[in-house]
T-cell receptor, first 114, second 115 residues
């Protein structure tokens, strides 16, 4: 069975400092992995995706993530946080098979302090 | 280009009432999903569909029914609402390209309160 674990439920950083949101996955097969962002009272927006191409994936708004098979990790990073980055972030794995089902992590709330 | 549209956006129900949430997508996607989002639990899959006329149970299907009579629409029904169904509901759609599953596109959500 596939699963995803976000290691921090809450992360707080100062504006201008780096962001690291951690995600580990479990999958018997080479997975497709995604990071989504949700701003308060909004829907979910795709930040970036990994689908077995380059292991370093660049996304929108300066975010990137690196797929590390040996560590079963897909951590999200950004060099310099902006106030507008404050939101909830979800790491997601796509279930192998014909359904396209997505398994969500429990989310990490990013707080950005001025 | 509307993407995925959910109606209604907000609803308050009394315990025991029924209602239907509508999801419409204009991207010709094969796959459609209904998720619920509760604090601290991420999104959990209720039901999904891999094509017109087909539906399947997800992680938390009890108390819900779905139908996909047309490719672009996916309906979520609550026959007898319970307070435990108070949640934010998201519809999503996706497709595959060269046998690789793509990301899902989400609607803006429906905030449902059952009193």
């Amino acid at each position: 069975a596939q699963s995803v674990t976000q290691l921090d439920s809450h992360v707080s950083v100062s504006e201008g400092t780096p962001v690291l949101l951690r995600c580990n996955y479990s999958s018997s097969y080479s997975p497709s992995l995604f990071w989504y962002v949700q701003h308060p009272n909004k829907g979910l927006q795709l930040l970036l995706k990994y689908t077995s191409a380059a292991t370093l994936v660049k996304g929108i708004n300066g975010f990137e993530a690196e797929f590390k098979k040996s560590e079963t990790s897909f951590h999200l990073t950004k060099p310099s946080a902006h106030m507008s980055d404050a939101a909830e972030y979800f790491c997601v794995v796509s279930v192998v098979g014909n359904t396209g089902k997505l398994i969500f992590g429990q989310g990490t709330t990013l707080q950005v302090k001025p | 280009n509307a993407g995925v549209t959910q109606t209604p956006k907000f609803r308050v129900l009394k315990t025991g009432q029924s209602m239907t949430l509508l999801c419409a997508q204009d991207m010709n996607h094969e796959y459609m999903y209904w998720y619920r989002q509760d604090p601290g639990m991420g999104l959990r899959l209720i039901h999904y569909s891999v094509g017109e006329g087909t539906t399947a149970k997800g992680e938390v299907p009890d108390g819900y029914n779905v139908s996909r009579l047309k490719k672009q629409n996916f309906l979520l029904g609550l026959e007898s609402a319970a307070p435990s169904q108070t949640s934010v509901y998201f519809c999503a759609s996706s497709y595959s390209r060269n046998r690789v599953r793509t990301e899902a596109f989400f609607g803006q959500g429906t905030r449902l309160t059952v009193v």
